[in-house]
């Protein structure tokens, strides 16, 4: 299954609160220095900040950390947290007299489901996350799944089950790819890898291999009637059903272009509508970044190795987005509040 820790460089962070009306979070993705990013926002509901920074043809080229929160459009304020942790390490872009991060990120909608609606994510909690982060060798990956982070108040199938953080990676096989008829082969470096990292917070349900997806629609529709009001913006209404988003981090290390961490954004969508049934819905504001550490350069001495070795990417991309999501359902565990009670998915 492997992790987004798969990637080197790349450490994940979780802050949440549970109790006494809480049950919400933070999950800090903190790259290393010179990392560039994309993001592809899908769902009809988004709540984001600072994506517009991630626009290949903006100034800043580069992106210092990701934070996904709960507390719909408040919990944003997290990400300010986040940035005030890598100002304190002195990451970020260079201004004069100091340094600028740059944090995107985005937010599910869990407010009120501890019991409290006020009780949400701030600028504490997010430096906490961004605190809290741990690259590969310090990891617990049973810390780091499940119940935590942005996880915390995470529910799916319309607010039927708990959802929680799912990771997965994919390792890009190194060696000669076979190129179109009459053209030569093109060699990809060996170390590639593409990991992922799921908030499943999700209006559909989940398509494990094997399943009819057509059951699984039917079984989401039946669920829940759908209620009016995005997960992220302030037109939600309550804490009922219908407020919904999936977020997801793929990060690689091969270098990519800020433009070539956009399609890779793209391609990972494919990975989401594999793992959810039905996905990017009006209520929905599913949303993927995508990162590159850089670390492993490829031959661009032609347009046919960059092509190939963004399809080798973007093929696992869209594979390590479904395993996290997947992986998400599965590390759930049930809570109880006073606002309700979710099991975990019945999965096959």
């Known amino acids: ?30 790259l290393p ?57 002195g990451q970020g872009h260079p201004v004069m007299g100091g340094v600028v991060p740059i944090v995107p990120g985005a937010v599910i909608f869990d407010l009120g489901r501890g019991g409290d609606f006020s009780a949400r ?45 799912g990771m997965a990676s994919v390792r890009v096989p190194g060696g000669p790819v076979p190129g179109p008829p009459g053209m030569p082969e093109v060699s990809l470096p060996e170390g590639i ?57 793929v990060g690689t290390n091969a270098a990519l272009t800020p433009a070539e961490c956009q399609r890779l954004a793209t391609a990972s969508h494919a990975g989401l509508a594999r793992a959810l049934d039905p996905s990017h819905t009006l209520v929905d504001g599913d949303t993927v970044f995508a990162v590159s550490t850089r670390e492993i350069a490829a031959d661009r001495s032609s347009d046919q190795a960059r092509v190939s070795l963004m399809m080798a990417v973007q093929i696992a991309a869209a594979e390590a987005t479904r395993d996290a999501i997947l992986d998400g359902v599965l ?14 998915y019945p999965t096959p």
Not at 3 to 29: E, F, K, M, N, Y
Not at 243 to 249: G, H, Y
Request: hydrophobic content about 45%; aromatic content about 4%; proline content about 6%.
């Open 193 to 249: 890898v593409v990991g992922a990292l799921a908030v499943v917070n999700a209006a559909g349900l989940p398509v494990f291999p094997g399943a009819q997806a057509t059951a699984v629609a039917e079984e989401a529709g039946a669920a829940a009637e759908v209620r009016p009001g995005g997960p992220g913006g302030p037109g939600g209404g309550g804490a009922g059903g219908g407020l919904n988003t999936t977020l997801v981090v």
């Open 121 to 165: 994510p701030d600028t504490a909690m997010g430096f906490a996350a961004a605190a809290a982060a741990v690259g590969f060798a310090a990891a617990d990956d049973a810390g780091l799944r499940g119940c935590v982070g942005a996880g915390t108040g995470a529910v799916l199938g319309r607010m039927q089950y708990k959802g929680g953080v």
């Open 33 to 89: 220095p010179g990392s560039a990013g994309g993001v592809d926002v899908r769902g009809g509901g988004p709540g984001t900040t600072e994506t517009d920074a991630l626009d290949p043809s903006t100034l800043v080229q580069t992106v210092d950390a990701v934070a996904l929160c709960g507390g719909s459009a408040y919990g944003l304020a997290a990400a300010t947290g986040v940035q005030l942790w890598l100002e304190s390490q």
């Open 1 to 30: 299954m492997g992790s987004l820790l798969d990637v080197p460089g790349i450490r994940v962070g979780h802050a949440q609160r549970v109790g006494d009306g809480w049950l919400t979070g933070v999950t800090a993705v903190v």
């Open 331 to 344: 590390a759930a565990t049930p809570v109880t509040t006073p606002f309700g009670s979710w099991d975990p």
